[in-house]
């Protein structure tokens, strides 16, 4: 599945500006000469210490604090060099750094305010020049300056100064508690002697040929056709990685990237979009799809709020949705079974955003499939069959009588699981006199931001359909989407509660989960949100997506993470 | 050997016989001496008529089984199903109404705007030409992809768009970003038939510019305009589906052939039928319009050996 740097919206593609972007920037690269005058390597086959990896669009930078677009971390963990990163249990392990820092082993203050990063002896960047902790000073500053297009949310803002005492030692002071310190430098280090001034992020050479402490170096980019990197002599760990050389194959067409796989021509293929079982059959023996449940989260969200009234806020409410006896009929109508089994097939059924990690809840559906009751309710709530099967307002509260009960699913376009699931569902809302309409934009649409319209940030529309995902550590995208301050209007244009969902219990549960650092009170309380939010219906959670790629048989090494990228521990694969 | 209007084809010399019927007749049976146009005219009436009689199909183009998804044809199943158990030989029928009235209508809207502000053009020349001309040029040079963008987001403050005013949409968007082809095309013709004897004959024996336009020179650009208008229905019934991509229109699980070729590509290799079908439809479709097409401009061509 696709992911985002920016962890809880869905981003299967890039927006289409961006994509334009791309393709000027790909033009003027081209008429300036800049690839390499290296022969092309379209064609180029695997050979020993070589390995072929599909990837079905181009990231425009290898810079990942710019990564709007999913691929780009994908790609760019071959050449990054975190402190620490998540591994696939979703347990922090040092990378860079010599060790975690804990209270326990005084890297962290007991207030939590002051977080003391041991770098390991001895690092180097590919250049060979020392990479030492003025360079996680470095990376503070150019992240946090305000022109840096820096786009990942990692509480940079909540660093007050970073000391480095010695070249290994950089001790950081935070003005407030920051509980995701651990993957505060999750996304790599920025060498200050390679790249240039934080206002010129956008700009920087680097973004493209990374000066790299990851294991591997970009040798050669041949826009629209590969990214070839072959392995960074400077790697800190000893013989890794193992593969000399690593083509990354933009392959858009998803024909052409099974032939390849099936013929044995690539190794390692990227967002096969494609179940298990017809995968494995289709690539006839050459390789395998590996998957585990992932972070994504296919949701349904109400509007809560009356739409095109000119008015962002939370009133008046939506004259259908605004209902909870409404929400919840939607709720009863949906055949949850009939979705995982048949609809879209090898997906995880879930009923709350609390879906895995160490805040996992067990988290039962409050509102089960039943027909009859959705009919019931929707009875209760004044709303009465009409002559085609449609129900109209008598009596409900919001909604003046005759109006028909009629809700707009809004998605977005050229992601066919989204589709499906849209069109299932207009004949499920159909079955309990519920007339439902698709109406899917393009995505640059869909995620705007509130200045430029979009329906989401401006509450204009019904029931929202897309996928997100909670990163392993939650708490900022969970005050940033339930808190009752987190609607989106003209002063909060950021905020991502676009059910316009306001809850007080909800508010108390999430400023408390933000005050402390006791994990076990935090699952707590994030538990006792999942019950809220599966008993209120600001939204509808369905099923988890899968994450994994096709990998050859004769990849070893590898594991899949749902917290990291493909990419995540390249420096561990092996080629028969 | 300067040009002729039909009219003046059909009545000189030569062509006595012809003189007793009139023009219509004339080119009707002209157009039945082409075999391949009657068949293909034959071909679209099944086309439409099978559009027209959708509703006869005993399932529903939006009906689903997801437990019985992408089976192959069957005698339950003519076309097979798709991905969510629905029959594609009733969704490919019903698909038909969308496209052929997007196509055609897009197609015959495209060439009503080209071919006038063609004539007018070419016809006057001049600052007419040049003025007429740059704005064509405007609309060639406009990037589509921002302009459907930009469209799709003012869309987005209206509340919720019927299927009809989507359809009305599709159509006006395909025209306006396609009416410039005819338009230059025609331009070209009428540059060059405006010097010609016939419309200095016309113009001598006092004749008005509509007139000369629409009754002496635009009958000698037929072929060109059928040619062009026979290229723009695929066109327009494929683009249709791609504005769908962008959120416009026909929207599922409405069907429409563009829609239900976009949506077959995720099942390429698994359920070729779901591509086959649709495909089919608008190959024969766009062949047998190109084909009445041919036989028209033979029929009206004073100069055809048929």
Redesign the interface.
Known sequence: MHKTGAPFIAHRRAPALLTLTVLLATLLLAACGAPSSEPQTSGETAGPGQIIVIIPEEPASLNQYHAVAAIVRQVADAVSAPLAVPDENGAFIPVLAAELPTVENGGVSPNYLTVAWKLRPGLRWSDGEPLTSDDIKFTWEAVSHPESGNVLALGFEKIASIETPDELTAVITYKELNQAYLQQFMYGILPRHATGAPEEMLQWAWNRNPVSAGPYVVKQWNSGESIVMERNPYYYLEGQPYIDRVIFTIVPDPGAQIAMMAKGEAHVHLWPGEVKEIYDAQVAGQAALQEVPGQWNMTLFFNLSRPFDGDPGPEPPHPILGDLRVRQAIAHAIDYDLIVTAVNPGTFPTATPFAYGWYKCDQERKYPYDPERARALLEEAGWVEGPDGIRVAQGAPYAEDGTRLRVQLNGYTNFQPLVKLEEALVEMFRVVGIEATIQNDDFSIIFGSYEDGAPRQLGNFDILVYDTSLPIEPQASIENTYLSTAIPTAENPAGNNSSRWVNLRADELIRAAGATVDLEARRAAYCELSELIATELPRLNLYLFTEGYGASNRLSGYKVNMWGSLTWDIQNWKLE | MSELTVSQALTRPGRRTMEAAPLRVLIWRRFLRHRLAVVAMAVLGLVIASAVFAPLSRYTP?Q?N??N?LQPPSPQHWFGTD???RDVFTRTLYGGRISLAVGLSATLLSLLIGVVVGMVAGYFGGVVDNVLMRITDGFLTLPT??VL?LI??LL??I???GLVSGVIIVILVIAVLSWMWPARIVRGEFLRLKQRDFVTAAESIGAGHGRIMARHILPNTVSLIIVQGTLMVAYAIITESGL????FGV???TPSWGNLLA?A??Y???APWLMIFPGLMIFLTSMAINYIGDGLRDAFDPYSAR
Do not use: C, M, N, V
């Not at chain 2, 769908?244 to 959120?247: A, D, T, V």
């Open positions: 939006t689903q997801p437990t998804a991905d969510l158990g992809l921002f963008i799709a987001t987005r403050e509340p919720a768009l769908s991509y962008l959120g929207q599922p699980p949506t590509q995720t390429a290799l698994r």
